[in-house]
Structures are given as structure tokens and as C-alpha cells.
């Protein structure tokens, strides 16, 4: 019965037409925190909603990154000392390996999308990351003691970075690691630990652990502007903005294939990812969620089950038409 049904979905699809709901990706402020805790942040208020958690496989997480080219969220776990990639919504952390030096605790993470580099920041040090192992090389000394937080202008190419040893703002350096000061967080703000680029609204944020409070920076004078509390006293580690539309566009869900099947995005659901999931019908490997073509549950509710199945092609059929 069930191959049945497999066989009639792109028929459906075809008799739909281009009647589906475009439920595409909008842009987001994602926090996560030292519990594997991942939140929504409204950064008119500054509140923060829990929506998910990541799986427990990344142990205690910290900092978050992301490179809009590939639409591929990275994620830092300073217990395990190793980079992951993070499905944001089914919370599937996948390790890509270990930075190779126990001693770093990497808090901060942040992509350079003008050289398509990961740096990671520690305790007075500044490093570049492999994304293919997961290694990192250190780049140099900050010259400033107390774990360090990094977040990038994406429109004037600076790399920006805060440490909790001095609680104060400066530009970093991405030859040397060094952090050059720009002047104290001041607004009572103590503890930094996640900050992200808004590159909608061309504003850094920064969320600290001694007030609970999401601030914006003004980028010149490292002064940290409260626009509000966060709620609660979370240990939010994390910070990184997931623009709707960046080269092109981050892909819909079911976006795995050009018309003809062939695996790889092509900006629009159509009958050709209906072809690829033919071909990719079973259990993820190690029945992780969010492998290729695993877009939904066993009834066509997005997010990842570890299997692709009859649930998927469900989705596909609300999904059909262009990417933003």
C-alpha cells in the first residue's frame, strides 16, 4: 500500500498544481545556550522563546555561526572541544571533529563571508577552523585574558570581538588575533557571551550573563545599548542571525533537487525533488535527523525523523513553487 502511494505522489503533485503555501525561511535571531537549549529572539524586546534543543550528542554548547552560502549553521561544544553543524530546526547536531587542543573552550565562533572563513575564539587566543575536520589553527595571542565572543559586519568587513576578563568591545585583528580596543560595554553589562550581526538591519547585537539582557552595539564608541531583558537567567552562549535572503536565498524545505532529480538546490520544489526522493527512500545513516531528503515526519509535519518516507513526499505537495 504503502509503495503504492509513493508511486501516485508526483501525480498529485502535478494535478496541484501551483496551489501549495509558500512556507520558505524568514529571517531569524537564533540563540542557543549552555544546555542545548535553542530560542527565538525578538530583538525589538530582546525576549527570547525556546522553540527546540539540540541533540545531546554536542554536549555543552556555546558559540554559533553562519555561512549564508551553503546555508549551513555551525556550532561550537566546549565540552567536547568540537566543531558540529546544526540543523536549527529539528536540533540534529552532526559532528564535523574534534579542534585538535583540549585546552581551547571555544566560546566564540563566528564566518567571515568575504573569505569564507570560521574563526573561533578562546581565552586569549584567535583561531582559524578547518570546516571539513573541524581542526583549528591558531592565528595569534588577543592580548586580552578572559574568554573572548566574535561577531562580523558582514557590510564593512570587521570582525568584531568582547572579552569577559575586561568586559569591553574591540575590533580583532584576522591576521594577527589580536583584539584592538574600542572603548569599555559600560550600561552595566558584565560576562559577554554571544553577539551576532544583524545584516538586515546593519546592528550588532550581544546578549551577557550578568544582566540577561540582549544589547546593541554601537560599533564606534563599544558602548552596549540595552533594548531588554531576555527573561530569565539562561547561560545563553550562542548568537547568530539566519538572514531570509543572502546569494540567492537559503532553500525551502524540499528544495534537494534541480528539475531532472539530480540532488543539489535549484530555488524551487518541483516534481524533480519528487524524483530525487525516489531514490533516497529508507533510514538516515545512524537514523539522524535532517539527511538529505528527510524534510518531515511520518504524517508530513516538517522536521526530520531520520527516515525518509511516505511523510515526506506529504510535505513536498504544500511546498510547491519558488524559493523567496
Known sequence: MVRRMLALAPVAVVAMGWAATDVCAQSRMIAIDSARRLYDVDT????????????????????????????????SSTSLDSLFTLD????AATLIGEYGDSSVVMHGLEWDSSTGTLYGGTSERLFSIDTESGFATLIGATGVSGFSNL????????????NSGADSFYS????????????????????????????????MYMIDNSQDNLYRMDLESGEAIVVGS????????GLVFIPENCDGGPPCPGDIADDFGNLGPDGMVSFGDFLALLGLIGPCPGMVPGCEGDIADDFGNLG???MVSFGDFLALLGLIGPCP
Do not use: H, K
Not at 44 to 64: C, E, H, K, R
Not at 187 to 193: E, I, Q, R, V
Not at 230 to 237: D, E, V
Open 172 to 203: 580583532v585583528d584576522r591576521s594577527t588575533g589580536a583584539f584592538n580596543f574600542i572603548g569599555p560595554l559600560l550600561g552595566g553589562s558584565t560576562n559577554p557571551n554571544a553577539m551576532a550581526y544583524d545584516s538586515d538591519a546593519g546592528i
Open 230 to 237: 531576555i527573561g530569565a537567567s539562561l547561560n545563553i552562549l
Open 88 to 91: 536549527v530546526e529539528s536540533g
Open 304 to 306: 526530520g525523523d531520520g
Open 151 to 162: 561577531g562580523y559586519d558582514s557590510d564593512n568587513d570587521v570582525l568584531y570581538g568582547t
Open 44 to 75: 525589538s524586546t530582546g525576549i527570547v522563546t525556546q522553540f527546540g534543543t539540540a541533540t545531546s550528542n554536542a554536549g555543552t554548547t556555546a558559540g554559533l555561526a553562519y555561512d549564508c552560502a551553503s546555508w549551513t549553521v555551525y556550532l
